[in-house]
Antibody
Framework: EVQLVESGGGLVQTGGSQRLSCVAS????????MSWVRQAPGKGLEWVAN????????YYVDSVKGRFTISRDNAKNSLYLQMNSLRAEDTAVYYC??????????WGQGTLVTVSS | QSALTQPRSVSGSPGQSVTISCIGT?????????VSWYQQHPGKAPKLMIY???KRPSGVPDRFSGSKSGNTASLTISGLQAEDEADYYC???????????FGTGTKVTVL
């Protein structure tokens, strides 16, 4: 059974940093692109970033470029999102998602990040 | 990159069919056959329902079908059931640098 378990969410001050983690199991993690997708409270889904199987390619939505960094550790079956210079508009549930073949097949339960002054 | 445009809500009675549109541009929906659809119940993670415009993952009922014409993709739910009441989002690949764009979301209500 595929499982994606996120952690690291919480309350952070405006301008602060937070690191999200996602541990994967039930599939060969190193074979998949992976993404982070977020959802602000009561709002729609937004793709945030993705990373190639070997970490050699990374892409971001414009609103987080220069502030967020996606990374992975295939030996630990883990995906990360380092978020710096956080803004109120970054408040959202962040989902760790498999990103194979141009779709998002498996989703974690999400972790809530709240940015407040 | 702007979000794809979906109707805010659609509704139907049990057994009826409903169709959700997803309007994009030639840079996303119209440019690639990589449209996917997601169902999200309140408080839950989204679930993949359709991928590559028309394909259904294993376990998704054949009541769900997808199509595309030009810059508009559509999801049709036939034989509407109570458990289909949820939010639905389309998503399209949008090229090497933009990568993915989601739709605005549609709430499906079963009357």
């Amino acid at each position: 059974e595929v499982q994606l378990v996120e952690s690291g969410g919480g309350l952070v001050q405006t301008g602060g940093s937070q690191r999200l983690s996602c541990v994967a199991s039930g599939f060969t993690f190193s074979n998949y692109w992976m993404s982070w997708v977020r959802q602000a409270p009561g709002k729609g889904l937004e793709w945030v970033a993705n990373i190639k199987q070997d970490g050699s390619e990374k892409y971001y939505v414009d609103s987080v470029k220069g502030r967020f960094t996606i990374s992975r550790d295939n030996a630990k079956n883990s995906l990360y999102l380092q978020m710096n210079s956080l803004r109120a508009e970054d408040t959202a549930v962040y989902y760790c998602v498999t990103n194979g073949d141009y779709n998002f097949a498996y989703w974690g339960q999400g972790t809530l990040v709240t940015v407040s002054s | 990159q702007s979000a794809l445009t979906q109707p805010r809500s659609v509704s139907g009675s049990p057994g009826q069919s409903v169709t959700i549109s997803c309007i994009g541009t030639s840079s996303d929906v119209g440019g690639y056959n990589y449209v996917s659809w997601y169902q999200q119940h309140p408080g839950k993670a989204p679930k993949l329902m359709i991928y590559d415009v028309t394909k259904r993952p294993s376990g998704v009922p054949d009541r769900f079908s997808g199509s595309k014409s030009g810059n508009t993709a559509s999801l049709t739910i036939s034989g509407l059931q109570a458990e289909d009441e949820a939010d639905y989002y389309c998503c399209s690949y949008a090229g090497r640098y933009t990568h993915f764009v989601f739709g605005t979301g549609t709430k499906v209500t079963v009357l």
